[in-house]
């Protein structure tokens, strides 16, 4: 299993406990009224938006809070909040994409490049791991939703590159330019997603051993933990033990 998406189940179980609950309705929303700002306040016609409402939907966000979000771009309020990614390399070697809303540039970047530093890794330029990754829209859905070849045929039929199905459900990888095409024609069909966003899909991965692998999720999950880091990425794979007793 690549790194991101091991990841990804980790913080999906942390993102529950009660303690994050308030800083992780706090990134949902800084995307929600960003996504509205950049484009416009319809979620019908504003993919980004759309997918930010989807995801705040699925971490149990209250609907007050989300069309609160929205108003604040609409009526202007609240801070100007800047989009920048952060490359670099993690222990082992491993490449790393994070990526910020900030409205202090000179002091996220400081703090991020200090995370790289004390974790082992190092910060590059921008540019320098991206490359390895393919800037692609992801759209999940439950496996009980359809079998495999039902969803793998209405997907292409509407537009995807490749489908993934297993038994914890269904991923499906269209091009930034279909994205919310793709995204609004299987939900006619299935129903909203469970998620829908853009994302860093590595190309390849690089197997990391375990004393790596532990510093290189501490790593992930140090920039996770931070205020203005949106979403980590990285282009890893480590053994499944380690998973288990790092989720433990």
């Known amino acids: 299993m690549a790194g991101h998406s091991q990841f990804k189940n980790i913080m999906h179980r ?28 319809d979620p019908e016609m504003n993919p980004r938006l759309r997918a930010a409402m989807i995801a705040a939907r699925a971490e ?81 859905y439950d496996p009980k939703v359809a079998s495999s070849d039902t969803m793998f045929e209405a997907a292409l039929d ?35 997603p469970r998620r829908a966003a853009l994302m860093w899909r590595p190309q390849n991965t690089v197997a990391v051993n375990d004393e790596q692998g532990e510093k290189l999720l501490k790593l992930i999950e140090s920039l996770n933990e931070h205020d203005d880091v949106q979403n980590v990425y990285a282009n890893f794979e480590v053994s499944d033990a380690l998973m288990q007793r790092m989720s433990a």
């Open 60 to 140: 149990n966000m209250p609907k007050d809070n989300i069309e609160r979000a929205i108003k604040k771009a609409a009526g202007g309020d609240g801070e100007n909040y800047e989009q920048i990614r952060y490359e670099g390399y993690g222990p082992g070697g491993a490449a790393v994409i994070v990526e910020v809303l900030t409205d202090n540039r000179n002091r996220t970047a400081g703090e991020v490049r200090a995370t790289f530093t004390k974790s082992g890794g190092n910060l590059a330029e921008t540019g320098a791991v991206s490359f390895m990754f393919d800037h692609v829209g992801v759209i999940e």
């Open 158 to 192: 509407a537009g995807a590159d490749d489908v993934l199905s297993g038994e914890e459900g269904h991923e499906i990888y269209a091009g930034q330019d279909r994205f919310g095409a793709v995204a609004k024609a299987l939900e006619a069909k299935f129903g909203e």
């Open 14 to 41: 942390k993102g529950r406990q009660d303690a994050a609950k308030s800083k992780l309705f706090g990134k949902l929303a800084r995307e929600i009224t960003v996504s509205a700002k950049l484009g416009i306040p």
